[in-house]
């Protein structure tokens, strides 16, 4: 058996040790911020092989891999917006992040989904070897399934089967590590609904040429909400074909306050609640129903006319939706080729009280 | 009704159809032991990664049910012959989601004479606690069952927040819900304006068990009501300004986000808490708490509420960490609950004439 305590004089010997093993397809354990780590060479399918042997039964889970920095990782997973996010503000750090897999590596690397998690340890020894070494290391706890996360070697010796102690090439010792828990993963593949940064340009452009109505600051949510009461009894009462009522602005913005007003005004019972999950409330108001609509976790525009909107629109209903400018190029295309007249009002914070609530008319 | 031994004796085979959000899901039980139960997304729950639910697939009920259907039978067609009930969302949700699960079951229904049992998808997160596994091993034996009412059930996910006093099964009283925003969405809207993402909720709360205590704090959401009711648009807003303040101050990230997350969690939780303990104190003659909704995979919101439900000497029964999200066993068992009270439709034309309501509440 091959161990070698890690000391701060010999880091670049047993760098260039474990660089040669690991160029070899071979299998080191080494120190992390949360546990030891087994690390092979993540793009060598013999040393994954090797690696899955030593693990015993691991059913089909994945294997993360470890990075020196978000230039390695991006040859490897494709980043977005989120994933960008975490790498500049939180790594080198407890967390492995999964992204889409580029296609170069492959499973036990790579998820049946086609994901890959990948981390950067906060640790200066682990980082200058990946540096050295060029490419990514797998970094899954040295634990064989279904034992506990290893903070020491004696410990993690005293748990491994023969069999698997074997296949080590070189114990990196550094000693008892601190008892951190496990890295905390981060899945950004599943989707972030971010504003369509078009249809926020085709709304913005819509509203220079409409007409504006009404303007009003408002100081605090009641305020809000009365002002939505105040809209529909200007605006909303002597309608008979349908309407749709688009609404836009930052979260925490007022739309489902001005909303509630909306019902409200309407003579509606029910309670007015945000309707981001259930993407389209429905309350009822004499014989009638108003629909209340939130874009937010719409993911594309097949999503969108799959929601059941144009249904409420051909019921002539009143329709309002929140994060229209999403899909503001959709719903103004549904509005002009049923003639159904659209009110646009948009939200914008003055402080943590204030709002700034502008309705504008069909342009 | 109030439930007896002999009662909870009858074992019938019911299969469980849910269409009301994002995930199709199909499961059958054998009574309360779950025989399968099977979601659109194959999510790999205890994997190093890939096992996080995704809240956000898209709505493709249609394409996928016959799938997950012939999953739930172990590919075993012939198997819906042994099937005694169908139970089946049939509000709240989408409209046009809740079709497919309702026009799917009826069908079903009506091929193979299964008496047919609708189900309010808030009743099944109610139950979810009452699942065992298919050993027969759960949480509540029958004893403990029929001993449990009156109650309360607090329900909390990405749609709902409300808290129910149940006389008895199938008698039920809204006691409170949220005016706004749902606690889950909070959860996933704060992470959205972190940064962190989508689904906010897993992030926030891994964050936070990194996070220290006190450090950064928010007011807690209606402390100040008389009301049972909960609101969360108000500390979405609060968490905007206390970010946009730090990130001015230019203090990097990751110095703060920890307890940010910390502080924000522990908020949720309490204004949980603080309502729940006010339902207890006014409804003093419960005898348990219900739990469910996928927000209870916050340990810390799980533990919390267990520790105050405790402190009254109460009953707390909370579903196993993979039926706290939506899915189609809960409804299954309230399917069971509501056959054990004989509210089940044989008669084709009653049967026919089932149809989804989007705003059903209990």
């Given at each position: 058996m091959k161990r070698v305590r890690l000391t701060n004089s010999n880091a670049s010997e047993v760098i260039q040790q474990a660089r040669k093993i690991l160029n070899e397809g071979g299998l080191i354990v080494y120190p992390t911020e949360t546990s030891y780590g087994l690390g092979v060479d993540a793009t060598n399918q013999n040393a994954l092989l090797k690696l899955l042997t030593y693990k015993t039964f691991r059913g089909s889970k994945p294997v993360s891999i470890a990075v020196n920095d978000i230039q390695m990782a991006k040859k490897y997973v494709h980043l977005n917006e989120m994933a960008e996010n975490i790498y500049k503000n939180y790594l080198p750090g407890p967390i492995t992040v999964i992204s889409k897999s580029l296609g170069i590596l492959k499973p036990p690397v790579v998820s049946k989904q086609g994901t890959t998690g990948v981390r950067i340890p906060d640790n200066k020894f682990v980082l200058k070897l990946i540096k050295e070494f060029g490419r990514p290391i797998t970094a899954t706890s040295a634990n064989v399934s279904y034992r506990s996360h290893p903070y020491s070697i004696d410990q993690l010796l005293k748990d491994l089967p023969q069999k698997s102690e074997r296949l080590v090439d070189l114990y990196i010792d550094a000693g008892q590590l601190p008892k951190n828990m496990p890295s905390t993963i981060l899945d950004t593949t599943l989707n972030t609904p971010t504003i369509l940064r078009e249809g926020k340009i085709m709304f913005e452009d819509a509203i220079l040429q409409s007409t504006l109505l009404e303007e009003k600051s408002t100081n605090t949510p009641l305020e809000t909400l009365q002002f939505g009461e105040f809209f529909t009894k200007e605006y909303l009462r002597d309608i008979q074909g349908g309407v749709v009522v688009a609404l836009s602005g930052e979260l925490g913005a007022g739309k489902t306050q001005f909303s509630k007003g909306i019902g409200k005004g309407l003579g509606s019972k029910d309670i007015v609640t945000s309707?981001?999950?259930?993407i389209i409330n429905e309350y009822r108001y004499g014989d009638n129903i108003l629909a209340h609509v939130d874009t937010w976790r719409i993911m594309d525009e097949d999503d969108f006319h799959r929601s059941g909107i144009l249904q409420h629109l051909e019921k002539k209903e009143i329709v309002v939706i929140e994060w229209a400018d999403k899909f503001y190029n959709e719903i103004e295309n549904l509005c002009r080729e049923r003639n159904i007249p659209m009110y646009k009002i948009l939200f914008e914070y003055i402080s943590l009280e204030r709002r700034k609530i502008t309705i504008y008319g069909t342009n | 009704m109030v439930l007896t031994k002999e009662l909870l004796k009858l074992k019938p085979l019911i299969l469980g159809i849910d269409t009301s959000c994002d995930d199709t899901s199909v499961a059958l039980l054998r009574g309360r032991e779950v025989i399968s139960s099977e979601l659109s997304s194959q999510t790999e729950l205890h994997s190093e990664f890939g096992g996080v639910v995704p809240n956000l697939a898209k709505r493709l009920h249609e394409e996928n049910i016959q799938e997950v259907y012939n999953r739930a039978l172990k590919d075993n067609p012939g198997m819906i012959n042994n099937v005694d009930f169908i139970a089946v969302t049939y509000g709240p949700g989408l409209a046009i989601d809740l079709e497919v699960g309702l026009k799917f079951a009826k069908e079903l229904s009506l091929r193979h004479s299964i008496p047919f049992v609708p189900i309010n998808h808030m009743e099944g997160h109610m139950y979810s606690s009452l699942l065992l596994n298919s050993k027969g091993n759960?949480?509540?034996n029958d004893q403990q069952l029929i001993n449990s009412f009156p109650a309360l059930a607090l329900l909390i996910s990405g749609k709902h927040t409300e808290i129910i006093y149940i006389k008895e099964i199938g008698k039920y009283k809204k006691l409170g819900q949220t005016l706004d925003d749902a606690a889950g969405e909070a959860f996933d809207k704060v992470g959205r304006l972190l940064n962190l993402g989508y689904p906010g909720g897993p992030v926030l709360s891994e964050f936070a068990k990194r996070g220290k205590r006190g450090v950064i704090t928010f007011t807690t959401p209606m402390l100040q009501s008389n009301s049972l009711d909960f609101s969360y648009s108000g500390i979405k807003t609060a968490a905007l300004y206390k970010a946009n303040e730090l990130r001015e101050k230019g203090v990097l990230e990751r110095e703060w986000i920890y307890d940010f997350c910390r502080g924000f969690v522990d908020a949720i939780i309490d204004s949980v808490v603080v309502k729940l303990k006010k339902a207890i104190e006014e409804n003093s003659d419960v005898k348990s708490v219900f739990v469910g909704g996928g927000v209870f995979n916050n340990e810390d919101l799980l533990r919390t509420v267990g520790r105050l439900t405790k402190s009254y000497d109460l009953n707390y029964y909370y579903p196993e960490i993979e039926y706290r999200s939506d899915n189609a066993a809960m409804i299954a068992i309230a399917g069971y609950v509501n056959v054990l009270q004989k509210k089940y439709l044989s008669k084709k034309e009653d049967i026919e004439k089932i149809d989804r309501d989007p705003r059903l509440s209990l």
């Open positions: 309707p981001t999950y259930t | 759960g949480l509540v």
